[in-house]
């Protein structure tokens, strides 16, 4: 069982930078892949980024790819998103997952294969 608590979300002005941040319960959060995801109101979840469980390898949506950055930290338990360059069609309720399975980009960019979830924590970019 992982229990999964996001942070790091508010208020900012296009072109700003938010740092959200994962935290993770259980001894074996070394052995998950971890992506983001977000849905913004009336739309459907999205994938953001993932990174698989040893931290070599990244994926990102192209709408994020070169502005956002996806790092985890195994000894803290917590998976980072970067987020620079934010603009406006960013806002949206961002969560973070986690899964054993196989850490192929199709696997990961699918919210029906991850296992666990967090809440979320929303992020709001003005124009």
């Known amino acids: 069982q992982v229990q999964l608590v996001e942070s790091g979300g508010g208020l900012v002005q296009a072109g700003g930078s938010l740092r959200l941040s994962c935290a993770a319960s259980?001894?074996?959060?070394?052995?998950?892949?971890m992506g983001w995801f977000r849905q913004a109101p009336g739309k459907e979840r999205e994938f953001v980024s993932a990174?698989?469980?040893?931290?070599?390898?990244?994926y990102y949506a192209n709408s994020v790819k070169g502005r956002f950055t996806i790092s985890r930290d195994n000894a803290k338990n917590t998976v980072y998103l970067q987020m620079n360059s934010l603009k406006p069609e960013d806002t949206a309720v961002y969560c973070c997952?986690?899964?054993?399975?196989?850490?192929?980009?199709?696997?990961?960019?699918?919210?029906?294969?991850?296992?666990?979830w967090g809440k979320g924590t929303l992020v709001t970019v003005s124009s």
């Open positions: 259980g001894r074996t959060f070394s052995s998950y892949s």
């Open positions: 997952a986690a899964t054993q399975k196989s850490g192929t980009l199709i696997t990961l960019a699918t919210p029906a294969a991850m296992d666990y």
């Open positions: 990174i698989t469980w040893t931290g070599t390898t990244t």
